[in-house]
């Protein structure tokens, strides 16, 4: 005798069967667009002075 024994009823094996075929089917979500922004805007409305090429960044003035 097997040590392990699966019985499956086989209306539930065909039902199974047609919901798997059914998710494959089914489209994936697309995202919505999504509104870029430029993050150096916040620095202009906090008056936050960032200088271009990256120095002092820390605002630690030498």
């Known amino acids: 005798m097997a040590?392990?024994?699966v019985l499956t009823d086989k209306q539930h094996l065909a039902k199974a069967a047609e919901l798997?075929?059914?998710?494959?089917?089914?489209k994936k979500p697309?995202?919505?667009g999504?509104?870029?922004?430029d993050l150096?805007?916040?620095?202009?409305?906090f008056g936050v002075g960032v200088p271009h090429d990256g120095r002092?960044?820390?605002?630690?003035?030498?």
């Open 56 to 62: 002092n960044l820390t605002g630690i003035v030498p």
């Open 34 to 37: 999504v509104q870029v922004r």
């Open 40 to 45: 150096s805007i916040y620095d202009e409305g």
């Open 30 to 32: 697309q995202c919505p």
């Open 3 to 5: 040590r392990h024994q």
């Open 20 to 26: 798997r075929r059914a998710y494959r089917c089914l």
